[in-house]
């Protein structure tokens, strides 16, 4: 692939406000960026003007399906039509989540999804369950959540097939501990989340590996000033990434904005985006219950908790910077560095030899073109 010029009003990465600048780009990768104009070798070169921000493309490591597809039920062509609409609004690298099922539907998700891994369609799989709590199951149907067994742990291991990128546990329940510290020997990142656990729990099951709180507030006890449980250890405990679903809905903006100040540096934006993403509303299922969603807010069908969400990190990351202050770099951290590094997922930055991925943000920082391994989608 010949080499392509990028001349850019504003980048912007974790570690640099370039400015006005430039990108090369050569088989998807990039090949050297700067300030200002191109230097001569590449000057002769017919570079593209690119209007607004670039900024990294961003990471979603929590994202359950769109266009009426759900991943843990999808066969190979409905995950890759999901995780392009996510791709074409920003996110271009995706962490496919399945919710809790039985032990045969969680091996089929798996067998569908991991070739889509090897092709790069998507960046891992996520279990969120079956080893949650009952008391804190949000949509997931109490009648499929387990303890973590070893024998269904090992199962899954071998099932995914290297695939398995993160798994959602309740630290509290019996042998979750020792299931943390497996599925990290296996290079798995282990998450807390739809926990009922104390903070001494929480803290208890990073001692022995786990590095994420999954989505934040949501699915754990409420914090409070004597016991304040999982959210608690994830403001205060510099080991843990913190999700955060930013939908005005999910949380509201003080609560946000704690979290966002109490883990500075930690914190991941996820979408937890369900199947009616780009769709439409109406009835669907997930992780076993029935849910309805209007005016694009998905809740259980008898009203009793929120059933995902039907935004992208995109939609965040605006809100982060609008509703927030928030400077750029700071969004780039919490779009993609952050859970790039907790994942293990190399050249998210837009460095010298990392992948071409990377967003257009307008003036008001909402996404308006995304480039894809050196390809506009």
Do not use: K
Request: overall charge negative.
């Amino acid at each position: 692939m010949s080499t392509q010029v990028l001349r850019v009003d504003r980048l912007v990465t974790a570690d640099a406000d370039v400015g006005p600048g430039w990108l090369a780009l050569r088989d998807g990768h990039v090949l050297d960026r700067g300030a200002g104009a191109p230097p001569t070798d590449l000057a002769a070169l017919p570079p593209e003007h690119v209007a607004g921000t670039v900024v990294p493309g961003f990471v979603d490591q929590h994202v359950h399906g769109a266009l009426g597809v759900d991943f843990g039920t999808a066969d190979a062509d409905g995950a890759r039509r999901a995780a392009a609409h996510h791709h074409r609004a920003g996110s271009t690298r995706l962490v496919a989540s399945v919710a809790t099922a039985s032990a045969a539907s969680l091996t089929r998700a798996l067998g569908v999804l991991a070739p889509l891994v090897d092709e790069g369609v998507l960046d891992g799989v996520h279990l969120e369950g079956p080893w949650l709590s009952e008391a804190r199951r949000g949509a997931h149907d109490p009648g499929l959540l387990r303890g973590p067994e070893p024998a269904e742990v090992e199962s899954l291991l071998e099932a995914a097939a290297g695939a398995l990128r993160v798994v959602t546990l309740a630290p509290e329940l019996p042998g979750a501990v020792d299931a943390v510290r497996r599925l990290v020997a296996a290079g798995v990142v282990v998450a807390l989340g739809h926990s009922d656990c104390t903070a001494e729990q929480a803290h208890a099951a990073a001692d022995a590996g786990a590095t994420v709180v999954t989505h934040v507030y949501n699915g754990m006890r409420p914090l409070h000033h004597r016991e304040p449980g999982l959210a608690g250890a994830a403001l205060t405990d510099d080991r843990l990434a913190v999700e955060l679903i930013l939908d005005g809905q999910h949380v509201s903006r003080d609560a946000a904005e704690i979290a966002r100040r109490a883990s500075s540096g930690r914190l991941v934006l996820v979408s937890d985006a369900m199947a009616a993403t780009g769709w439409s509303d109406g009835r669907y299922e997930i992780a076993g219950s029935q849910v309805v969603v209007a005016d694009g807010v998905a809740m259980l069908a008898d009203g009793s908790s929120l059933a995902g969400s039907t935004g992208t990190v995109g939609a965040g990351v605006a809100r982060l910077l609008g509703e927030h202050d928030v400077g750029l770099q700071e969004a780039v951290r919490a779009s993609s560095a952050t859970a790039a590094a907790t994942l293990g997922l190399a050249g998210a930055g837009l460095a010298p030899g990392d992948r071409a991925d990377l967003v257009v943000l307008d003036e008001a920082g909402v996404v308006d073109r995304v480039m894809r391994q050196g390809r506009w989608v």
